[in-house]
Each structure stands twice: as C-alpha cells, then as structure tokens.
C-alpha cells in the first residue's frame, strides 16, 4: 500500500500541471458586449476533428512591447482641463496596468501638429531673424498640458514608453521659411540636432524619460494648413548620418531612432535610407502609419534588416468608418493581428482623447476620432471602438511579452498570440466571417473550445502547462 501512494505521487509530480480553464471576454459587432468577460472555458484533451486553431509556444518571434495612442498638444489641453478627481480616474483607467487598460507606449509631438489650439514649435523666431545657438529654445508650450499629462500617466505606469515625433522644424530652419510646406535647409542641419538634443534634456529634466524619436511625422507629406515638412531619403540618411545620429550616439545612447513614420505605401523610403552605410549604424526601427498601402509592406524591409524593431506609430479612426462592426474588424486585424503578425513590437494610434466636436484641431482632420471622447462641456467620457481594439491586447499584454506561433486565416478566423513571462497565453481573436464559429484552441496537450459570433473580437487567456 505504501508503495502504490509513493507511486502515486511521484507520477502526479511529474505530470505537467494543465490549466483547468481559460479566460475569455469578447467583443461583439454590434457593439453590445465591450471586453465583456465570458464564462471560463474548460480545458480538455485535443481530439481529432473540428475547426481548430493551433498554438505552439515554442515557436518564438519578437519581443512585444506595448500599446498606446497619443498625447497630441489637443489630447493632453482636454485631459487636464477634467477636475483632478475625474482626470486621475480617466488616466488610471487607461494606463494602470492591473486594473485599468494598461496602455504602455505613448506618442508627442513635438509642438505643433494639426491636433493644437496654436500651431508652433520649441523655437519660434519672427520672420526674418534665425536662431542658430538655440537661445530661444524653450518647453513652455508643453509644460501646460503636455508635459503634466505625461507626468501623472507615467505615475500610473512607470515603464510608458514615449515617443517624440516633430511635425516640423522651427519655420527659420526650413526653406521655406514656414511651418507650412518646405524643407529642412541644409545649412541648419546642426542646429535641428541639437533642438533634439535640448528637448531630450528639457523632458528628462521634467520627469518624462523619452525611448524613442523619429526624425519627421511622415515626411513625405506636405500639408497646406498645419505643420509639415518634406525629408527625402538622401536628406534624411545624411541629415541622420552626419549629424542626428552622431549626436544621440554622444549625448543619448539610449534613445532609439527612428526612420520613416509614414505610410505602408511606400517602403522603399526606408530601404534607401537603411541602405545608406553611414546611417544605418543609428537607426534602431522603422516606424508606420497605417493611411496606405498595407501592412504586409512591414515584412520585407523586417527580413531585410532583422535587427531592427518595427513600430506601428500612427492610425486613426474617425468619421469616414462610424460603423462600429467595420471600424472594430479592420483595426483588429491590421492594427492588432496583422501588425504583430508583420513583425510589429507596438501599436501606438493618433490621439487620446478628442472632444464631441473631433477637435481641437487647427487644420487637418476634421473628422478624427480619437481613443475616449470628453465632452468639452460636461467633461463625459465616451470610450470608442479605438479603446476597446487597445484593450483585447494592452489588457492581457505583459512585460516580458513574445509573439508566439497560432494558426490564422483559418475560415475566417484570424489571430495572433502572446506568451508573457508570468507563463500566461494570450490569444487574440477575430472572427472575420459572417457567421459563428466554433472551435477548438489548441497547444501543450490542451484545448479549449469556445464559439464566436459574426464579427466578434475575443482574448483568450490561460496559463501555460508546467514542464
């Protein structure tokens, strides 16, 4: 008797420990269930037959690392005009990463952008008069809503990553000689180093560390009634390869650089800058916005350049897309799955907060919609579409995180998983058809079966058996 006891134990401890159940919430089409959580889905033995999706963790991809939007100039002006009370609840709920949404990579620009009451940079002259010491340079149009904003959400989560991302040069850096149109002149190459320079240091000496920069908001766009500035490749490789990247290498070795931060449409502009031999050295990435073009365009220039971190930096949702059904499947797939799938470690969309008016805004969008909606009046939050897609991957997204392998485009079914450093799963689901599905999720010896409706968007999550 004591023998078989023995036996019996020994057999249970070395049998690897299964999940009795994952954990699933949903999002449905029709907008009537939000992240809602479900019943737990019982875990049981994989068996032959039936539509499944297949996850295997020892199948390893890149790190990733975050999910976030903006804290355009518009975005932080109506957080921090909510009384205290409602503003820290608002930030809580969007980065705390155990009871809130746990947003963890943020974006800025650096002054002025179409999303501003004013537009402006760090080092504004009157017309005529240059400013090649940076005498001038100054923060006060960020200390105003910007920088606190950034300040209590980095209060909430310690680890947000920040991006910088000018609009434009100061206007008597540009040929130009505006913040409208024009180019970077190559006489003030030096000093638009050196105003990155003076920003990195102007935001570490006010508490918000930055993580990466990219050298222009899409650089290939000149807009007619808000900031803008046109970098070809060649003036981007030489501006980085003689001056940005020296400069950073020098004064900010953990800051990472950037290139692109424009459109799935056009890859071969960062290839020819990655191509250059004296840029490539700084450049750490390349990041995306999602306007056109599509998001397979990521893959190439990743294979190419495999040490280098892919981003999605920029996607808004807006007025052109109010059908929540179509906005919630297209953001899911290439924001979310597809990004991920293409070797993205992020996804940071356009605004935070925009108010019912999708504004303030001077130029540009006029029909934006940003994360939440606050009520210039009556300070009301409204969570969009746009929050909810964050959610089914910033929720269950851990530091540590990898893509790991899931089957996808599997009848209609489409999905990407992460595997954290806790052990814990997350299978992020989109249910492209247009009727349910059933079917089994299955890996390490375990399944679990579920049914999704038409449309719907699901997180998965169990914990992975122990060896």
């Known amino acids: 008797m004591r023998f078989r006891l023995l036996l019996v134990l020994l057999c249970i401890a070395v049998a690897p420990a299964y999940a009795a159940t994952a954990r699933l919430w949903l999002t449905t089409a029709d907008g ?12 049981s033995k994989p068996s032959a037959g039936g539509l499944q999706i297949r996850v295997d963790d020892a199948r390893q991809f890149q790190p990733v690392e975050g999910f976030g939007a903006s804290f355009s100039e518009s975005s932080s002006w109506l957080i921090q005009r909510l009384p205290d009370k409602q503003r820290q609840q608002l930030l809580r709920e969007l980065f705390d990463r155990e009871s809130g949404l746990g947003l963890s990579v943020t974006r800025v620009p650096m002054g002025g952008s179409d999303f501003s009451r004013t537009h402006g940079t760090y080092d504004d002259m009157p017309a005529g008069q240059t400013d090649p010491a940076l005498e001038k340079f100054s923060l006060a149009r960020a200390q105003g809503e910007v920088l606190p904003a950034l300040r209590a959400a980095l209060a909430i989560n310690p680890g947000l990553k920040v991006f910088l991302s000018p609009w434009s040069a100061p206007a008597w850096m540009k040929t130009s000689g505006s913040l409208i149109k024009g180019r970077l002149d190559p006489k003030h190459y030096d000093a638009f180093a050196r105003y990155f320079d003076q920003t990195l240091a102007g935001f570490k000496a006010q508490g918000v560390p930055v993580y990466g920069i990219t050298l222009q908001n899409e650089p290939h766009f000149e807009p007619g009634d808000y900031p803008g500035m046109r970098v070809e490749p060649a003036e981007r490789a030489a501006f980085i390869g003689n001056h940005l990247g020296p400069l950073l290498q020098r004064q900010w070795p953990q800051v990472k650089l950037f290139d692109w931060d424009h459109n799935w449409d056009q890859p071969e502009s960062p290839l020819a ?63 979310v799955i597809g990004n991920l799938r293409h070797w993205g470690r992020g996804t940071i969309l356009w605004n935070l907060a925009l108010d019912e008016n999708s ?25 969009n579409v746009e929050y909810y897609v964050l959610g089914h991957a910033s929720r269950f997204m851990k530091s540590g995180a990898r893509r790991i392998h899931s089957d996808s485009d599997v009848q209609g079914l489409h999905s990407v998983a992460l595997l954290n450093a806790d052990g814990s799963i997350a299978l992020i689901l989109l249910n492209a058809s247009a009727e349910p599905r059933s079917f089994a999720v299955v890996g390490s010896g375990q399944s679990f079966a579920t049914t999704f409706p038409p449309g719907a968007v699901g997180t998965l999550v169990w914990q992975r058996p122990r060896p």
């Open 359 to 383: 504004g303030p805004h001077l130029g540009g969008c006029g029909d934006c919609r940003g994360v939440v909606t606050v009520d210039s009046k009556t300070g009301a939050v409204t969570r």
């Open 273 to 335: 800058v990655l191509a250059d031999a004296k840029a490539r050295p700084f450049i750490a990435g390349v990041a995306w916005h999602c306007y056109g073009g599509d998001v397979s365009a990521q893959s190439p220039v990743q294979e190419k350049y495999p040490q280098i971190e892919t981003w999605m930096t920029e996607c808004s949702g807006g007025n052109w897309a109010p059908k929540w059904s179509e906005s919630l499947a297209w953001m899911t797939q290439n924001l």
């Open 32 to 43: 009537q269930q939000r992240l809602a959580p479900q019943p737990d889905v019982p875990a």
